[in-house]
């Protein structure tokens, strides 16, 4: 009996897990990202609440992002189901507290199933807009 209600318990655990972090119970976690010091000293030069930097950033995250991360950020993006990696949740608390360099380099360098935007998005000003806007993305 006591077995019967551990396996029990450890399945609500595991599924609570799982729901807290939305993902997908057939995606996988990526692991940690290697980034190098070049990016992570980089800095977003647009001041928090830039309105017009969020609104060309949403206009481009629509366009490049939404499919796979989602409308809100979440990794429910109707492309997001056929990757194996989940693509991550931008609403997340430690996705806000990642660096603005990190997260530079992670969206426009890209690894594995993230593809490298360095030439679909090739203007800095749209590539920090789109970081600015991703800020916004909180829960």
Same mark, same amino acid.
């Given at each position: 009996? *006591?077995?019967?209600?551990?396996? %029990? ?16 119970? &057939?995606? =996988?976690?990526g ?12 800095? /977003?030069?647009?001041?928090?609440? &830039?309105? &017009?930097?969020? =609104? %060309? ?5 629509? *366009?490049?992002?939404?499919s ?5 950020? %979440? ?5 997001? =189901? ?16 990642? *660096? ?14 993230m593809? /490298? ?5 090739? &203007? ?12 916004? %993305? =909180?829960?």
């Amino acid at each position: 009996m *006591k077995t019967r209600i551990f396996y %029990l318990v450890m399945i609500f655990v595991g599924s609570m897990a799982f729901s807290a972090f939305n993902v997908p119970q &057939d995606q =996988k976690i990526g692991g940690a990202w290697d980034v190098p010091a070049k990016y992570k000293a980089m800095v /977003n030069p647009n001041k928090k609440g &830039d309105a &017009d930097a969020e =609104k %060309l950033g949403k206009t481009l995250y629509a *366009k490049h992002c939404r499919s796979c991360h989602g409308n809100t950020g %979440l990794g429910d993006g109707p492309k997001a =189901k056929n990757l194996e990696t989940f693509p991550g949740d931008f609403s997340s608390a430690s996705f806000q507290s990642t *660096k603005d360099g990190d997260m530079y380099y992670m969206s426009f360098i890209g690894r594995d199933e993230m593809p /490298n935007f360095e030439k679909n998005i090739s &203007d800095e000003e749209s590539r920090w807009a789109i970081i600015s806007y991703m800020r916004t %993305l =909180k829960k």
